[in-house]
T-cell receptor, first 115, second 113 residues
Framework: AQSVAQPEDQVNVAEGNPLTVKCTYS??????LFWYVQYPNRGLQFLLK??????LVKGSYGFEAEFNKSQTSFHLKKPSALVSDSALYFC?????????????FGSGTRLSIRP | ETGVTQTPRHLVMGMTNKKSLKCEQH?????MYWYKQSAKKPLELMFV???????ENNSVPSRFSPECPNSSHLFLHLHTLQPEDSALYLC????????????FGQGTRLTVV
């Protein structure tokens, strides 16, 4: 069975500082990993994904994520945080061995950027 | 805009009412999903449809009844709901391949009174 864990309910960062939002996963086969962002009363917006290839993936709004197979992690990062980055962030995984198109999400991490 | 449209955006219903949520996509995707998002709980996968066939029912109570008449439309029929069913219901779609992301609608905010 596939699963995703986001160990931090909330991350607080000062504007201009680097940010990291943590994610670990568990799958039977190879993982397809995704990050999404959600603003209040809105649906989820896709940020970036890892399928194969380079472990560092770049996405929208200056975000990037690093795939680490040995640590089964896919942490989201940004070198310099903006107040507008404040939102709810979800990590998600699909198992390459799963015959269904199931995407499982983590519990979400609320990112708060203070001016 | 993601190309996935959900209606209505907000819905208030009594426990004895019957209502339906609608989701529509014209992205050519053949997988569609219903998720439930409650306050302080993880995003819960409810149902998955592939090529109009239900491939996942995540132990959802029978008061929630999905319908997928074609690959572009997905419904969630609601009847005799409970107040704890109040949540944001999100629809998503994706191509069936595993390495593709899902596209989400804006959600329907459901309140059961």
């Amino acid at each position: 069975a596939q699963s995703v864990a986001q160990p931090e309910d909330q991350v607080n960062v000062a504007e201009g500082n680097p940010l990291t939002v943590k994610c670990t996963y568990s799958v039977s086969g190879n993982p397809y990993l995704f990050w999404y962002v959600q603003y209040p009363n809105r649906g989820l917006q896709f940020l970036l994904k890892y399928i194969t290839g380079d472990n560092l993936v770049k996405g929208s709004y200056g975000f990037e994520a690093e795939f680490n197979k040995s640590q089964t992690s896919f942490h989201l990062k940004k070198p310099s945080a903006l107040v507008s980055d404040s939102a709810l962030y979800f990590c998600a995984v699909r198992d390459s061995l799963s015959s269904a198109s199931k995407i499982i999400f983590g519990s979400g991490t609320r990112l708060s950027i203070r001016p | 805009e993601t190309g996935v449209t959900q209606t209505p955006r907000h819905l208030v219903m009594g426990m004895t009412n019957k209502k339906s949520l609608k989701c529509e996509q014209h992205l050519g995707h053949n997988a569609m999903y219903w998720y439930k998002q409650s306050a302080k709980k993880p995003l819960e996968l409810m149902f998955v449809y592939n090529f109009k066939e239900q491939t996942e029912n995540n132990s959802v109570p029978s008061r929630f009844s999905p319908e997928c008449p074609n690959s572009s439309h997905l419904f969630l029929h609601l009847h005799t709901l409970q107040p704890e069913d109040s949540a944001l219901y999100l629809c998503a779609s994706s191509p069936r391949g595993g390495n593709t992301e899902a596209f989400f609608g804006q959600g329907t905010r459901l309140t059961v009174v």
